[in-house]
């Protein structure tokens, strides 16, 4: 079993919607958690990192953690153009596949 | 700051070359690591140290890569001699309490 799986995608939401972005985990002894975003051609970039259980709000950007359920989410809300990349899930040193988030104007 | 600085940003060399990339780590940051990444296989790490020193390096692929961080502020990741399949984008990445910020990346192409 892959250490992180996330929902292949792609996801593609009108502007101004709720893009979410779902990703589960292995490692139960975990203890910090990360969503990167990838722009084509260009390299990973740190968007959110959450440690506890609960949501963790940064202006649009809603990282939500389940540690019981081996469970972490991001939520994309009032979705801009801007918005479309790929979005990796992390856990310590794991990487997602990632999903690609195409935003329509 | 600079951000991690990489080097060569493109690489092109032919099957059998020995081929070396270079990382600069974001100063005051004390954990280093070396992915590639590929359309097949996603973000894959290869190696990382803490402190200089290597802690895992479970997923270099094979005796011809070679990693080796003798200072604060250099690494190298070294692949002799490089084969087509190894043709990726090689990222080093630095982290002080976990969150990692990425160099530009070296897209690496072997003939």
């Known amino acids: 079993q892959k250490e992180v799986e996330q929902n292949s995608g792609p996801l593609s939401v009108p502007e101004g919607a709720i893009a979410s972005l779902n990703c589960t985990y292995s490692d139960r002894v975990s203890q910090s958690f990360f969503w990167y975003r990838q722009y084509s051609g260009k390299s990973p970039e740190l968007i959110m990192s959450?440690?506890?259980?609960g949501d963790k709000e940064d202006g649009r950007f809603t990282a939500q953690l389940n540690k019981a359920s081996q469970y972490v989410s991001l939520l994309i809300r009032d979705s801009q153009p801007s918005d479309s990349a790929t979005y990796l899930c992390?856990?310590?040193?794991?990487f997602g596949a990632g999903t690609t988030v195409t935003v329509r104007a | 700051d600079a951000g991690v600085i990489q080097s060569p940003r493109h690489e092109v060399t032919e099957m059998g070359q020995e081929v070396t990339l270079r990382c600069k780590p974001i100063s005051g940051h004390n954990s280093l690591f070396w992915y590639r990444q590929t359309m097949m296989r996603g973000l894959e790490l290869l190696i990382y140290f803490n402190n200089n020193v290597p802690i895992d390096d479970s997923g270099m692929p094979e005796d011809r890569f070679s990693a080796k961080m003798p200072n604060a502020s250099f690494s190298t990741l070294k692949i002799q001699p490089s084969e087509p399949r190894d043709s990726a984008v090689y990222f080093c990445?630095?982290?002080?309490?976990?969150?990692?910020?990425f160099g530009p990346g070296t897209r690496l192409t072997v003939l």
């Open positions: 959450i440690y506890s259980n």
């Open positions: 992390a856990v310590r040193t794991g």
């Open positions: 990445a630095s982290s002080f309490n976990n969150e990692q910020f």
